[in-house]
C-alpha cells in the first residue's frame, strides 16, 4: 500500500534552504511534500516561487509537518528548535555547532522529552559520523578534526588578500573552536558528539590561500584501530563556508526515514 507523501516544515530559504528545495523537486517529489516554509519577511521575494512562506512558528505548526528541517544557522535552533520538539515534531538540523553552548543542548534534550519530538542531526559537511560512534562504544583515545579553508571563507578580504601561506587560526577543545568559528567550525561538534566529546577533541582551524574547497580531516584512534576520513567540499554560490553537500545530507536524512532499507 503506497505511504502519503511525508510533510516537511522547512526553516530558512537561504543557501542551504534552496539545496534543500532543489534536491527534492529532482529526487523526492512524488514521496516528500515541502508543506511551507518559516522565513523572517514573507513578503519578500524569493529566488524559489510556488513555496507558502510563513513568519511564525505557529504558522508553520498549523500545516501539520510530519518533521521540521533547520536550515536557518544556530540562531534558529535556539529559538525555534524548543517549539519543535514540545510539540511533539521531530527536529532535522545541520546547525549542530549550537550544541557547544550547554545551555541550548539541555534545553533541546527537556523540550524533546516533554514533547515526544527528536532531533536528528545530518551529517552536513562531515562524513564518518557513523563509524566514529560506534567506535565510542569500544573506547575512543582521540580525535583531531582539522577545517582547512580558503582565506577569504575564514578572514575579513583584506587580511585574505595578504595572505601568502597557509595560517593556523586555532588550536583547542571543539567546543572552544566552535564557539570561535560557529558558522566555519560546525561539523566539528558533530564529530565531537558522535564519539569523545566537545572538551575532549581536539580542533585546528587553518586559514589556506592556497585551495578553493573547504577541506575536512578528522583522525580517530582507539580499541577498534585507527580512522582517518578526508573531504573536499566545493561550497555553495551563496555561502562559501558552506559545502554543497550540506543540503544533500538533509535530504538524505529525510529520504532514509521513508527508505525500507537504511545503510549507516
Not at 115 to 124: D, L
Not at 257 to 262: D, G, K, L, Y
Amino acid at each position: 500500500m503506497a505511504r502519503p507523501r511525508m510533510r516537511v516544515g522547512l526553516i530558512g530559504l537561504g543557501a542551504i534552504g534552496q539545496g534543500v528545495v532543489d534536491l527534492l523537486d529532482r529526487h523526492a517529489d512524488q514521496h516528500i511534500q515541502i508543506v511551507a516554509v518559516l522565513v523572517r519577511d514573507p513578503s519578500r521575494p524569493r529566488p524559489i516561487s510556488g513555496l507558502e512562506t510563513v513568519a511564525t512558528l505557529d504558522k508553520l505548526l498549523e500545516k501539520r509537518p510530519d518533521v521540521i528541517v533547520e536550515a536557518a544557522g544556530h540562531n534558529a535552533l535556539r529559538g525555534y528548535g524548543p517549539g519543535v520538539l514540545e510539540s511533539g515534531c521531530d527536529l532535522v538540523t545541520v546547525s549542530v555547532g549550537a550544541l557547544a553552548d550547554p545551555g541550548v543542548y539541555d534545553t533541546l534534550v527537556t523540550a524533546a522529552e516533554a514533547g515526544g519530538g527528536r532531533v536528528e542531526v545530518a551529517s552536513g559537511a562531515i562524513g564518518a559520523l557513523d563509524a566514529i560512534a560506534a567506535a565510542s562504544l569500544g573506547g575512543l583515545s582521540r580525535v583531531v578534526h582539522t577545517t582547512r579553508k580558503p582565506a577569504k571563507a575564514l578572514l575579513s578580504a583584506e587580511e585574505a588578500d595578504q595572505l601568502t601561506r597557509t595560517k593556523e587560526l586555532f588550536h583547542g577543545s571543539a567546543r572552544e573552536g566552535v564557539l570561535m568559528f560557529p558558522e566555519s567550525v560546525n561539523v566539528a561538534a558533530a564529530v565531537s558528539l558522535a564519539g569523545i566529546g566537545l572538551d575532549r577533541t581536539e580542533v585546528r582551524v587553518l586559514a589556506d590561500p592556497h585551495v578553493k574547497r573547504n577541506q575536512h580531516e578528522v583522525i580517530a584512534e582507539g580499541a577498534f584501530g585507527s580512522l582517518r576520513f578526508e573531504i573536499q567540499n566545493v561550497p555553495t554560490e551563496g555561502n562559501p563556508r558552506t559545502g554543497r553537500i550540506a543540503a544533500m545530507s538533509i535530504v538524505w536524512k529525510l529520504l532514509s526515514r521513508r527508505a525500507p532499507i537504511v545503510i549507516g
